[in-house]
């Protein structure tokens, strides 16, 4: 097998808390794979797979990483021994916590994140449009600048001036007949 690198890592039983915190540490990453039945060195020790072994540790993967992580979980036979294979994603919302705390990988280790780098990364990861950005500018100099093309009842288009229309209501507009 492998050898543990950025995104491997080994596990030798089934360590539920650690296997999540390697979970967000993946996902804040690029991704990787656990494997739960093969020691650091990369020899197969195998691991009890029950009836609901799978199912559990999908509950607590979901249920303990924010945001939620929903990674594919599958058994596989190797040198006549089972062994799980957990496949991270990259998380599209960074970083991803673990039992509420933030965790990133670096090389072969999973690290608990600072709490300037947990803001810096949230904000990098999160897209934020021209839109949805705050201006700073209040609606008097907004309408000032800003005009907008109504179409009249009789299907005109008009020029009218946003500052116009402050304080009016719908059907304040619309009852004059100008449309809007």
Not at 117 to 134: F, L, N, P, V
């Amino acid at each position: 097998m492998k050898s543990e690198k950025e995104n491997i890592e080994f596990k030798r039983s089934l360590d539920v808390k650690r296997i999540v915190q390697t979970v967000a540490s993946f996902a804040t990453a690029r991704g990787g794979t656990i494997f739960v039945g093969i020691n650091n060195d990369g020899d197969v020790v195998g691991v009890d797979v029950g009836k609901s072994t799978i199912e559990n540790l999908s509950n607590e993967i979901v249920r303990n990483t924010e945001p939620r992580q929903y990674p594919s979980i599958k058994v596989q036979k190797k040198e006549n021994k089972d062994i799980i294979q957990i496949l991270v994603e990259e998380g599209q919302f960074k970083p991803v916590f673990a039992y509420n705390v933030p965790y990133k990988r670096v090389g072969r280790s999973n690290h608990k994140l600072s709490r300037d780098e947990t803001i810096k990364m949230g904000r990098e990861s999160q897209a934020i449009y021209w839109d949805e950005e705050i201006c700073g500018a209040d609606i008097s100099e907004i309408c000032a600048i800003v005009s907008k093309r109504v179409i009249t009842r009789n299907g005109m288009i008009k020029q009218r001036h946003m500052h116009s229309r402050i304080g009016k209501t719908f059907n304040d507009i619309s009852s004059r007949g100008d449309g809007v």
